[in-house]
């Protein structure tokens, strides 16, 4: 196989399913070789990100994710992603094992958002606990002149069930949940919500609402993804 990428995911397995899901909704081929070609690394076993972040005498997810580097330098696709916001805690180490090109979510989001927002924008963090104690989305919007909306205790355990109480323990999409944590970030003064987890895209993909303004970084990561893709079918 030739002009390929490259996916790390399983960090949740629901999330990289709806990535996938997602990337295709944006593609209309008109026959199977109109496809995007890919190599999928749902790494199911790699430890849980948040965890290790908040304790790190917990497994830790940074030797086992070198590890599938490892096997994807073999394959030598074009450019690498990962659709794991959290995952992103490692996303320096991860580069410097590889020559191939990593797409940063993060960056990707945070300049994604010049076009649609302006730098007095307020916005709110729905993240896990894992990038919400390390700053990851904090950093960078901060750097770029964003203001930014923490979630309080309440809030960010709201957060927290949906992500893992719902979604990853129980496979359950709950939209009422999520519309109330993105009510809560309007009422703390966000004017628009990051959804900073892919367990959250997922909802946000589920919700036939929209209510409430959002910006969705699995989105970003997916429109960033598709334009590379797209320039690799014109290789073949």
Known sequence: ?????????????????????????????????????????????????????????APNPLPVLLEDIEK??????????????????????????????????IKETVKALPSTHHVKTRIGLAVTQGTLESQLYE??????????????????????ELIYTYIKEQSIINLFLYEEILEDFQQLGSDVTLLGCTELSLANSHDPLKRFPVIDAEKILLDRTFQLAQQLKIRV
């Open 1 to 57: 196989m030739k002009n390929f990428f490259a996916i790390l995911g399983g960090m949740g397995t629901l999330a990289t399913t709806n990535f996938l899901v997602e990337l295709n909704k944006r593609h209309q081929p008109t026959k199977d070789q109109d496809f995007f070609n890919y190599v999928l690394f749902n790494h199911a076993e790699v430890p849980d990100r948040t965890t290790y972040i908040l304790d790190h005498s």
């Open 72 to 105: 994807i330098n073999i394959l030598k696709p074009e450019f690498i992603v990962m659709p794991c916001n959290t995952g992103h805690y490692f996303i320096e180490d991860l580069k410097k094992a590889t020559s191939i090109p990593f797409i940063n979510m």
């Open 139 to 160: 950093r960078e919007l901060l750097f770029n002149g964003y203001e930014v909306v923490l979630p309080d205790t309440t809030l960010q355990h709201k957060i927290n």
